[in-house]
């Protein structure tokens, strides 16, 4: 009898997990040696600098003393700006730069006592980096190179570049370019924002200089041209023996996305329009340092990168349309980093039109159900500008109520916020004369009256003390569509529970907008690095509109070239009332005052 073996094999599924799991084993081999590789490279590279950059170096050594410096620059020498190096067929960038120290010992120029010879010894750095590696930082060296006896009397002078952005905090590591006759001088900022540029040549008006940074914007000086015959900022005089300043501000570098549409929130294309900037670099007349003109596309947007921090103006150009609103209101701000959505709400251009814009004369917010009134005799037409904005300035009275109905109320806190020392602010604790690190307020429920899209969270004081640390002040928002709910959730500028809005954080993130936000809600975070310090809180306001209702304006359209009498009244507030002349597109804007 023969017996029967049994020979079962692989099933396809077994083979191919079998194939998977060597494979994932095989992938996470492979990519630990490449990375060993990579590590071995880089550090190979980094020796191969550190060998050409000492190299350099004695070279430099070996020179006379005053043929230390860079080729047309300040100090001038025989040493190349830049320069490439070839090792082992790989290109290394060699960039030079040798800088005059002014020597506290012996004074400083300008200072007391004044050297009246401040260029007591050279500083000489030189950076080395390849730059098809892949690397993401130079190697540096640096070397003193000082004179074999006393410096000479000097009677060039000094120029010192102060760089600072938009809350005058100093911008270190910017890059200034001068340029002046045969000089070229290309540097840095320290870490307080300044590049000292000792031992220059005087000269009259010479000097122009630019400051900038990857990622930022730019300033400097501008010589006086047939567009802009009278700069704001002329390039820089030196006068021997004298220190020279200039002051330029630079800040990291935002983005705006225009959007033109109709009453219905229908996109409308391949609309011309102009943008500027309220920053001049020139005055009589005024030239504006961002002044553009631009085309939406087939979608009704225009997408602009690189826009400066600034507050900007927006104009239709041509004859098809006229603005009869905007949200945020136009003129618009904004912030350094930042991306802004604008939306331009069209209608149909008429030979006569005017946009009256209602705020709030204290905060400067668009007022909602204000009442907006044009006659004349024989015209009388009225309108109630859209949602704007709903506000908080007020917690002394305490915790515990559910619905926003009394202003200085809200629902809940954790114990460790003070909101009566003074009235109207909103701080933490202090126990044993030192303030808590720490502390939380929950809002009551807002009700927005109607599905909206909200803007902008803004709260005051932006700026807080330094000892706090950064922000201070953190904020999440939730809403629902309905006023009863047994749990909020709190969301950042992202729509995830881990992110909060901060001073320079403050767009609504869109996934609130919609059906599903009628009621809404805030939670405030008070923090300090410091307990001898507390952030302190104002007040908060949210912009919103209601779909295509630009927020606190109206607009009248079809109107005779004439004077008008306008009248915008709303509760609570006085009533503003006065003529208005009326040609072409025509503008007026309302401050109300509380009553």
Same mark, same amino acid.
């Given at each position: 009898?023969?017996?029967?073996?049994?020979?079962?094999?692989?099933?396809?599924?077994?083979?191919?997990?079998?194939?998977?799991?060597?494979?994932?084993?095989?992938?996470?081999?492979?990519?630990?040696?490449?990375?060993?590789?990579?590590?071995?490279?880089?550090?190979?590279?980094? @020796?191969?600098?550190?060998?050409?950059?000492?190299?350099?170096?004695?070279?430099?050594?070996?020179?006379?003393?005053?043929?230390?410096?860079?080729?047309?620059? $300040?100090?001038? %020498?025989?040493?190349?700006?830049?320069?490439?190096?070839?090792?082992?067929?790989?290109?290394?960038?060699?960039?030079?730069?040798?800088?005059?120290?002014?020597?506290?010992?012996?004074?400083?120029?300008?200072?007391?006592?004044?050297?009246?010879?401040?260029?007591?010894?050279?500083?000489?750095?030189?950076?080395?980096?390849?730059?098809?590696?892949?690397?993401?930082?130079?190697?540096?060296?640096?070397?003193?190179?000082?004179?074999?006896?006393?410096?000479?009397?000097?009677?060039?002078?000094?120029?010192?570049?102060?760089?600072?952005?938009? $809350?005058?905090?100093?911008?270190?590591?910017?890059?200034?370019?001068?340029?002046?006759? $045969?000089?070229?001088?290309?540097?840095?900022?320290?870490?307080?924002?300044?590049?000292?540029?000792?031992?220059? $040549?005087?000269?009259?008006?010479?000097?122009?200089?630019?400051?900038?940074?990857?990622? !930022?914007?730019?300033?400097?000086?501008?010589?006086?041209?047939?567009?802009? &015959?009278?700069?704001?900022?002329?390039?820089?005089?030196?006068?021997?023996?004298?220190?020279?300043? @200039?002051?330029?501000?630079?800040?990291?570098?935002?983005?705006?996305?225009?959007?033109?549409?109709?009453?219905?929130?229908?996109?409308?294309?391949?609309?011309?329009?102009?943008?500027?900037?309220?920053?001049?670099?020139?005055?009589?007349?005024?030239? !504006?340092?961002?002044?553009?003109?631009?085309?939406?596309?087939?979608?009704?947007?225009?997408?602009?990168?690189?826009?400066?921090?600034?507050?900007?103006?927006?104009?239709?150009?041509?004859?098809?349309?006229? @603005?009869?609103?905007?949200?945020?209101?136009?003129?618009?701000?904004?912030?350094?980093?930042?991306?802004?959505?604008?939306?331009?709400?069209?209608?149909?251009?008429?030979?006569?039109?005017?946009?009256?814009?209602?705020?709030?004369?204290?905060?400067?917010?668009?007022?909602?159900?204000?009442?907006?009134?044009?006659?004349?005799?024989?015209?009388?037409?009225?309108?109630?500008?859209?949602?704007?904005?709903?506000?908080?300035?007020?917690?002394?009275?305490?915790?515990?109520?559910?619905?926003?109905?009394?202003?200085?109320?809200?629902?809940?806190?954790?114990?460790?916020?003070?909101?009566?020392?003074?009235? %109207?602010?909103?701080?933490?604790?202090?126990?044993?004369?030192?303030?808590?690190?720490?502390?939380?307020?929950?809002?009551?429920?807002?009700?927005?009256?109607?599905?909206?899209?909200?803007?902008?969270?803004?709260?005051?004081?932006?700026?807080? &003390?330094?000892?706090?640390?950064?922000? &201070?002040?953190?904020?999440?928002?939730?809403?629902?569509?309905?006023?009863?709910?047994?749990?909020?959730?709190?969301?950042?500028?992202?729509?995830?529970?881990?992110?909060?809005?901060?001073?320079?954080?403050?767009?609504?993130?869109?996934?609130?907008?919609?059906?599903?936000?009628?009621?809404?809600?805030?939670?405030?975070?008070?923090?300090?690095?410091?307990?001898?310090?507390?952030?302190?809180?104002?007040?908060?306001?949210?912009?919103?509109?209601?779909?295509?209702?630009?927020?606190?304006?109206?607009?009248?359209?079809?109107?005779?070239?004439?004077?008008?009498?306008?009248?915008?009244?709303?509760?609570? !507030?006085?009533?503003?009332?006065?003529?208005?002349?009326?040609?072409?597109?025509?503008?007026?804007?309302?401050?109300?005052?509380?009553?």
């Amino acid at each position: 009898m023969v017996k029967k073996l049994n020979k079962r094999g692989f099933t396809i599924l077994e083979l191919l997990v079998a194939i998977a799991v060597f494979l994932l084993f095989a992938i996470g081999v492979y990519g630990g040696i490449q990375m060993i590789f990579k590590i071995v490279y880089q550090s190979r590279m980094r @020796i191969v600098e550190t060998s050409i950059l000492s190299e350099e170096l004695e070279i430099v050594r070996s020179l006379p003393f005053e043929s230390v410096g860079i080729v047309g620059g $300040t100090p001038a %020498g025989v040493l190349a700006h830049e320069k490439i190096i070839n090792r082992g067929g790989v290109d290394f960038n060699i960039v030079t730069t040798v800088r005059n120290i002014d020597d506290p010992f012996d004074g400083t120029i300008g200072g007391s006592p004044n050297d009246s010879s401040p260029a007591d010894y050279k500083l000489v750095e030189m950076s080395a980096i390849c730059a098809t590696c892949a690397q993401s930082a130079p190697v540096i060296l640096s070397t003193i190179v000082a004179p074999k006896s006393l410096e000479g009397a000097s009677q060039n002078g000094a120029l010192f570049v102060h760089v600072f952005g938009e $809350t005058g905090q100093p911008i270190s590591g910017a890059n200034v370019h001068v340029q002046g006759g $045969t000089t070229t001088i290309d540097d840095v900022t320290d870490g307080d924002g300044l590049l000292k540029i000792i031992d220059i $040549t005087p000269g009259y008006q010479i000097y122009n200089i630019s400051a900038g940074k990857s990622g !930022y914007s730019s300033d400097g000086t501008y010589a006086p041209s047939p567009s802009n &015959p009278s700069p704001n900022k002329l390039p820089i005089t030196v006068i021997s023996q004298t220190v020279s300043e @200039i002051f330029l501000s630079i800040d990291i570098i935002g983005a705006l996305k225009i959007q033109t549409v109709g009453q219905s929130c229908s996109a409308i294309p391949g609309v011309s329009f102009s943008l500027h900037g309220d920053k001049t670099i020139g005055r009589d007349p005024d030239v !504006y340092k961002f002044d553009n003109a631009y085309t939406t596309d087939g979608a009704g947007e225009k997408d602009l990168g690189n826009v400066e921090w600034d507050t900007y103006t927006l104009g239709i150009t041509g004859t098809a349309y006229d @603005i009869m609103g905007s949200t945020p209101m136009n003129p618009f701000y904004i912030s350094p980093g930042l991306s802004q959505e604008v939306m331009l709400v069209l209608r149909p251009h008429t030979a006569n039109s005017l946009l009256v814009k209602v705020k709030d004369a204290g905060t400067g917010l668009p007022l909602s159900d204000a009442t907006v009134r044009l006659t004349r005799a024989g015209y009388y037409q009225s309108q109630n500008t859209g949602l704007g904005y709903m506000r908080q300035t007020d917690w002394s009275g305490g915790s515990g109520q559910l619905n926003f109905d009394i202003d200085d109320k809200y629902f809940a806190d954790s114990g460790t916020i003070d909101g009566d020392s003074p009235a %109207g602010d909103l701080l933490l604790k202090k126990s044993g004369g030192f303030y808590l690190s720490d502390g939380s307020l929950e809002s009551s429920t807002f009700d927005l009256g109607a599905h909206v899209n909200l803007n902008n969270i803004i709260w005051e004081p932006l700026n807080q &003390p330094s000892q706090c640390g950064s922000n &201070p002040i953190r904020m999440q928002i939730a809403t629902s569509d309905t006023q009863v709910t047994s749990s909020w959730n709190y969301t950042g500028p992202d729509g995830s529970i881990s992110t909060y809005y901060t001073a320079t954080s403050s767009i609504i993130w869109s996934g609130h907008n919609g059906n599903g936000n009628r009621y809404m809600r805030y939670k405030v975070f008070l923090g300090t690095e410091d307990t001898h310090e507390t952030p302190t809180l104002s007040e908060v306001a949210f912009t919103f509109t209601n779909g295509c209702t630009p927020p606190g304006q109206g607009f009248f359209s079809s109107l005779s070239e004439d004077a008008y009498n306008l009248e915008v009244s709303r509760p609570g !507030y006085t009533t503003n009332s006065g003529e208005i002349e009326v040609s072409g597109r025509s503008e007026a804007v309302v401050n109300l005052s509380p009553i």
